[in-house]
């Protein structure tokens, strides 16, 4: 199996950066097994090496988001919310906002969405996805997404922001029965989100 790490929040590893440099080493760490997310992961990279505020909302085309596939500590679950603005079932993330070190902007933000504390960051990056969004008063642009595996601790009792609508924990055959249906990047990273933290929480 891949080696992967859980790194807690205040790990030093996780300070913030505003350096290019720190993306690209990110993105080209990221354990990938599938011809979709190794071609949007070339198409992320292009975008990094040749745009300096790639990290930040002023880019009007496109812009680095960080991604959590919140799981429990069983590896069974894991926790979507009903996003608010786009209306679907998604896994937790958001903007970079000029952070390009995309392991603290997944779990920053996955901290902010669920409520929970006390969760840890698994690298390397499992996903990468490339997407449009066309949030309302917003003209549509590319979110280039980084998607990290994250552990919940034992007893996680979550609490929604105003981000979302709800927020509920689905194993993989749940994901037929939300309304609406989760697009297929979701399913492809859900899918194998449970099968590594499955792996991980598997006795040695």
Avoid: C
Avoid at 41 to 56: G, K, M, N
């Amino acid at each position: 199996m891949q080696p992967y790490e859980r790194i807690a929040a205040d790990d030093p590893r996780l300070g913030p950066s505003d350096d290019r440099a720190v993306a690209l080493a990110h993105l080209g760490e990221a354990v990938l097994d599938a011809p979709t997310p190794v071609a949007h992961r070339s198409e992320v990279v292009r975008f990094v090496e040749h745009h300096p505020d790639i990290a930040l909302r002023t880019n009007p085309d496109a812009h680095l988001t960080g991604s959590a596939l919140v799981v429990d500590a069983q590896g069974e679950r894991t926790l979507l919310m009903l996003h608010r603005k786009l209306g679907r079932w998604f896994q937790p993330g958001g903007h970079a906002d000029g952070d390009t070190n995309l392991p603290a902007v997944a779990l920053k933000e996955a901290r902010e969405e669920t409520g929970i504390d006390d969760l840890a960051v698994v690298v390397p990056a499992i996903d990468v996805d490339v997407h449009q969004v066309s949030p309302p008063a917003e003209a549509p642009h590319l979110h280039l997404d980084v998607r990290y595996l994250v552990f919940a601790p034992p007893g996680s009792v979550e609490h929604a922001n105003a981000e979302s609508l709800a927020l509920r924990w689905v194993t993989e055959d749940d994901l037929d029965l939300l309304d609406p249906a989760v697009d297929d990047s979701t399913r492809r990273l859900v899918v194998r989100g449970l099968a590594i933290a499955r792996e991980l929480v598997a006795p040695a």
